[in-house]
């Protein structure tokens, strides 16, 4: 009983394919076109993998030109499209539809133009994060949202849910470091948005095309902001006796008024894992770990380094450590660059994305691991603390259809209580299918209302990646599903995985 709940196919479109794809194969001759069972099986899930489906073809386009042709095609004959960079996404943005042609721009990866008088790169959408800073580098720049999946994320799947990433505490996210987009409308119009500055004359658009999660169009070409590398970067990993102090000293520094390039937070089963991947020196002892980076010159690295060290010793840390070299300072990081495919390799993981005030970080990870024991879920926290965004790895079976049920609803409690807290449901992944159903616990309907309405202007027939984003049951229909839900609860929680009462001794629950 997943609570997954797709869109009712359309039978036409289905009995038509044969026909779809051969007009598709004339309209557009020199991109790639995937129809075959095996070949589109590559593309049947993102990151998400719990969930699957088989599209009705793949389409890769090569231009913007092909692209427009492609979505004028599929707004004329009323067939859904599921736009697609490189499938990292871990909220099912870009599960496909079994009627929906998924068009994946991952050959569109050029960089058109990098510009380092006026500090800008023009890029095609398919391009990874990390190419565009390579390239940047030759002139002494470097692009700043660094997701974990920088390596291979591209940069219109970052414009579709707004990524951030490590860094994006001091340089904040997409949407801060992007100044113009080259978007296809599903009627196949192509429009710029944007420019090649800051405060482009006109509406300002941009921050509604990004973290629109393919709703409203299909990004092909970006213009991204570009910064001077800096002088000098260097990590400090301290280790602590307990989360809470590690989430406190958090806290405690972003209230001193320091901001640092990034904190980074590790808990024990995280370090373990991550250490065995990547020996980078993390201490096995503490039970959570920060990795918090300064940059500037050797004076101004040194001055901030103290003073965050002696914030930290207010909170007695267990080991406290500076890298020395820059080969230790790229270790240390290759070791949290590299922990999401570490837990993989030990376990599926549900991976959430909440966000919530800093003030609320100790109590936050608090009642995430009580959600989780009272599941009977293993969970690893892996998160940028510097922002409070919140990553939660829950560690489970993704072949028993029983532990994706009660995933479902950890995760969703999870989610939740971020909400509680004042926080809300996405940071940098989106809502895609994952989060979809949670829209009413942060938005009323007359919210939810003015974001169709924006939809609809856009996509009248919503055909751009349907099914994600919006709730499809009504809010009373939720409640309903709400109650059911709470009846698996209590079958699952007190029958199947039985709480033990020395977990939950003391503590109200959430």
């Known amino acids: 009983m997943s609570t997954l709940n797709l869109p009712d196919p359309d039978r036409a ?74 499938g990292t996404s871990l909220c099912g943005g870009a599960l496909p539809l079994e009627d929906a042609v998924v068009l994946c721009l991952s050959r569109m990866n050029k960089v058109l133009e990098v510009d380092p008088k006026n500090r800008i790169a023009r890029v095609e959408a398919g391009i990874t994060n990390i ?20 390596v291979a994320c591209t940069v219109g799947g970052n414009i579709a849910t707004n990524s951030g ?24 119009e192509i429009i710029d948005i944007g420019g090649v500055h800051f405060d482009a004359p006109g509406y300002d658009f941009l921050p509604l095309i990004t973290g629109s999660e393919g709703q ?122 590299a922990a999401f495919g570490a837990i993989g390799q030990i376990s599926d993981y549900y991976c959430m994305d909440g966000v919530i005030p800093l003030s609320q970080l100790p109590k936050a990870l608090d009642e995430i691991g009580w959600i989780c024991r009272k599941y009977r879920f293993d969970v690893a926290n892996i998160f940028h603390a510097g922002d409070g965004n919140l990553h939660p790895l829950i560690l489970y079976n993704a072949n028993d259809s029983v532990q994706l049920e009660r995933v ?23 809502v895609g299918i994952e989060k979809r159903e949670l829209m009413y616990e942060q938005y009323t309907d007359e919210d939810i209302d003015q974001q169709v309405r924006v939809k609809e202007e856009f996509d009248p027939s919503w055909l751009l990646n349907p099914g994600k984003v919006f709730p499809i049951e009504g809010r009373d229909a939720l409640r309903l599903r709400s109650v059911e839900l709470q009846g698996l609860e209590v079958d699952v929680v007190t029958e199947t995985v039985a709480v033990e009462e020395e977990l939950v001794e003391g503590h109200d629950a959430p």
């Open 216 to 337: 409203l169009g299909v990004v092909t070409e970006a213009t991204v902001r570009l910064l001077p590398a800096p002088e000098g970067t260097r990590p400090v990993l301290i280790g602590f006796d307990s989360s809470e102090a590690a989430a406190s000293c958090v806290a405690a520094i972003i209230a001193a008024g320091i901001v640092p390039v990034a904190i980074e937070f590790m808990d024990r089963p995280a370090i373990h894992v991550c250490e065995h991947f990547v020996p980078a020196g993390y201490p096995l002892d503490a039970e959570a770990a920060l990795i918090i980076e300064v940059e500037g010159s050797e004076d101004e690295i040194e001055y901030l380094l103290e003073k965050i060290e002696d914030i930290a010793r207010d909170f007695l840390p267990t080991s406290l450590r500076r890298s020395q070299s820059p080969d230790e300072t790229a270790m240390i990081w290759k070791g949290r660059k």
């Open 408 to 430: 479902e609803l950890c995760g969703a409690e999870i989610l939740k209580l971020c909400v509680e807290l004042g926080g809300c449901l996405t940071g940098e992944h989106g």
């Open 131 to 150: 190419a565009i800073t390579e390239a940047a580098s030759k002139h002494g720049f470097f692009y700043a949202p660094d997701p974990s999946s920088q």
């Open 165 to 188: 990433g490590a860094h994006c505490l001091k340089y904040g996210v997409t949407v801060n470091n992007l100044l113009g987009v080259r978007m296809v409308t599903m009627d196949g």
């Open 13 to 86: 479109v289905l009995a038509r394919r044969n026909d779809i794809v051969k007009q598709l194969r004339r309209l557009v001759p020199d991109a790639v076109l995937i129809a075959d069972e095996e070949g589109c099986r590559t593309f049947e899930s993102d990151a998400l993998t719990a969930y699957r489906c088989l599209p009705l073809a793949v389409l890769l386009p090569g231009t913007t030109e092909e692209v427009a042709a492609i979505l004028r095609f599929c707004q004329d004959n009323h067939i859904k499209v599921v736009p697609r960079g490189a």
